[in-house]
């Protein structure tokens, strides 16, 4: 890892690039104080397309019926059971 002043790392940048690139970290100083580390970005991986697991009915993009729809615009009604003791 080497480290360079500020006027050096202006001056030598597109060095320290191609360093960064090759795997090195570079600090640049100030005043001979660390203050900031450039380190190579990887890229990110490439995620397969498919990534829902099981299978979606074919009907999948199809409008509700009115009974699903109805489902969806109804009240909503707790399958947990309530308590009737007033907390």
């Not at 890892?1 to 795997?23: C, F, H, P, W």
Request: no cysteine; aromatic share 4%; glycine share 10%.
């Amino acid at each position: 890892m080497g480290q360079y002043n500020i006027l050096d790392a202006k001056t030598r940048l597109s060095e320290l690039l191609n360093r960064v690139e090759a795997g090195e970290d570079v600090v640049i100083a100030k005043s001979g104080r660390p203050v900031a580390r450039l380190v190579k970005i990887e890229s990110p991986k490439k995620r397969p397309l498919g990534f829902i697991k099981g299978h979606l009915p074919d009907d999948f993009l199809e409008p509700m019926s009115e009974e699903e729809l109805e489902g969806w615009l109804g009240p909503l009604i707790s399958s947990t059971p309530t308590s009737s003791s007033g907390l």
